[in-house]
């Protein structure tokens, strides 16, 4: 089912993309394929930040949660999700590009290595309707011609480090990788307010000061945005190259989308702060009938008060 469901359609339409190409260059083919991706999850990546940006804005909320469920941990969860369902927060609505991402990549991995090694196979992963297009038809007789290097110089078949050879080209894209990884977390990863560090934190728990969960949670994501460029470093360098290029131009693409959406999001709320700073005469007239009725209501009170001490001091006498 995971051949015929998703290696299948990526392999037939990375082979188009390589049939449309003149004289068959697979690392173009393969940057036009994870362009074409990254625009189909364009949706998802928005709404992933969205509800990324929500949940750090309830970080104050969260706390005070915390602080009033006293460690009931039931309690806690139930205002939680509370306070989600109010301001229509999915939790886990952010992993959901990721869940899409993982079948792509390991897809595209069985996809590489029916291209370079088993190349026997193209034949029976063709689609019908795509076998009778010439370039096609000619590399299911001639499985052998597929070129499968980038520019024809680049063997995108080969890891980085290999086992008699560095492959440069994909080492730099490594880099890349890494560097590019870096950039997406940074777009993403509030700033810190203060300027603690983890060592910092947990001495000052030691002393017996409550630590702070806000602080203790920019840290650990400080920390990780530092420690997974470099974990992904030593990865790639062991992915075959086209994987390595995959990765690299996704990240790529994808830090110019988180660029436009931060940017269409600040602008909105330079907006609504523009309009906030000039209301309408409309929100005019209605702030002043509300200030009348507000005096209106305070005159009635005092009459009503005046009445009834006038009537007090009557039965008195």
């Given at each position: 089912?995971?051949?015929?469901?998703?290696?299948q359609?990526?392999?037939?339409l990375?082979?188009?993309?390589?049939?449309?190409?003149?004289?068959?260059?697979?690392?173009?083919?393969?940057?036009?394929?994870?362009?074409?991706?990254?625009?189909?999850?364009?949706?998802?990546?928005?709404?992933?930040?969205?509800q990324?940006?929500?949940?750090?804005k309830?970080?104050?909320?969260l706390a005070?949660?915390?602080?009033?469920?006293?460690?009931?941990?039931?309690?806690?969860?139930?205002?939680?999700?509370?306070?989600?369902?109010?301001?229509?927060?999915?939790?886990f609505?952010?992993?959901?590009?990721l869940?899409?991402?993982?079948p792509?990549?390991?897809?595209?991995?069985?996809?590489?290595?029916?291209?370079?090694?088993?190349?026997?196979?193209?034949?029976?992963f063709?689609?019908?309707?795509?076998?009778?297009?010439?370039?096609?038809?000619?590399?299911?007789?001639?499985p052998?011609n597929?070129?499968?290097?980038?520019?024809?110089?680049f063997?995108?078949?080969?890891?980085?480090v290999?086992?008699?050879?560095?492959n440069?080209?994909?080492?730099?894209?490594a880099?890349?990788a890494?560097?590019?990884?870096?950039?997406?977390?940074?777009?993403?990863?509030p700033?810190?307010?203060?300027?603690?560090?983890?060592?910092e934190?947990?001495?000052?728990?030691?002393?017996?000061?409550?630590?702070?969960?806000?602080?203790?949670?920019?840290v650990?994501?400080?920390?990780?945005?530092?420690?997974?460029?470099?974990?992904?470093?030593?990865?790639m360098?062991?992915?075959?190259?086209?994987?390595v290029?995959?990765?690299?131009?996704?990240?790529?693409?994808?830090?110019?989308?988180?660029?436009?959406?931060?940017?269409?999001?600040?602008?909105?709320?330079?907006?609504?702060a523009?309009?906030?700073?000039?209301?309408?005469?409309?929100?005019?007239?209605?702030?002043k009938?509300r200030?009348?009725?507000?005096?209106?209501?305070?005159?009635?009170?005092?009459v009503a008060?005046?009445?009834?001490?006038?009537?007090?001091k009557?039965?008195?006498?």
């Amino acid at each position: 089912m995971f051949n015929t469901f998703i290696v299948q359609p990526i392999f037939n339409l990375l082979l188009v993309i390589y049939s449309l190409i003149p004289g068959g260059d697979f690392g173009i083919a393969l940057i036009i394929f994870t362009i074409i991706v990254r625009l189909l999850m364009w949706p998802l990546l928005k709404k992933q930040l969205h509800q990324a940006k929500a949940m750090r804005k309830m970080q104050p909320e969260l706390a005070r949660i915390k602080r009033e469920a006293k460690g009931n941990r039931q309690l806690e969860g139930v205002m939680m999700m509370e306070l989600y369902k109010k301001h229509d927060i999915k939790p886990f609505s952010s992993i959901l590009v990721l869940l899409i991402q993982l079948p792509i990549f390991i897809a595209l991995y069985e996809v590489i290595r029916i291209f370079t090694s088993q190349r026997e196979q193209i034949a029976s992963f063709t689609y019908e309707i795509f076998k009778g297009i010439g370039p096609i038809s000619n590399l299911i007789v001639n499985p052998n011609n597929f070129n499968q290097k980038m520019l024809g110089f680049f063997d995108l078949s080969a890891p980085a480090v290999g086992a008699n050879a560095v492959n440069i080209f994909v080492l730099i894209v490594a880099v890349g990788a890494a560097v590019t990884q870096y950039i997406m977390s940074k777009q993403t990863t509030p700033q810190q307010s203060s300027k603690k560090s983890l060592k910092e934190i947990l001495n000052e728990a030691a002393d017996g000061k409550q630590a702070d969960q806000g602080e203790i949670n920019a840290v650990m994501m400080s920390k990780m945005t530092k420690f997974l460029p470099i974990m992904m470093f030593f990865i790639m360098i062991n992915l075959p190259g086209a994987l390595v290029l995959y990765y690299t131009v996704s990240n790529v693409v994808a830090i110019f989308q988180q660029r436009s959406i931060l940017k269409e999001d600040t602008e909105e709320m330079i907006e609504i702060a523009d309009s906030a700073d000039k209301p309408a005469a409309g929100k005019k007239a209605t702030l002043k009938a509300r200030e009348k009725q507000a005096v209106e209501g305070k005159v009635i009170r005092i009459v009503a008060k005046d009445t009834t001490d006038y009537r007090s001091k009557k039965e008195k006498k």
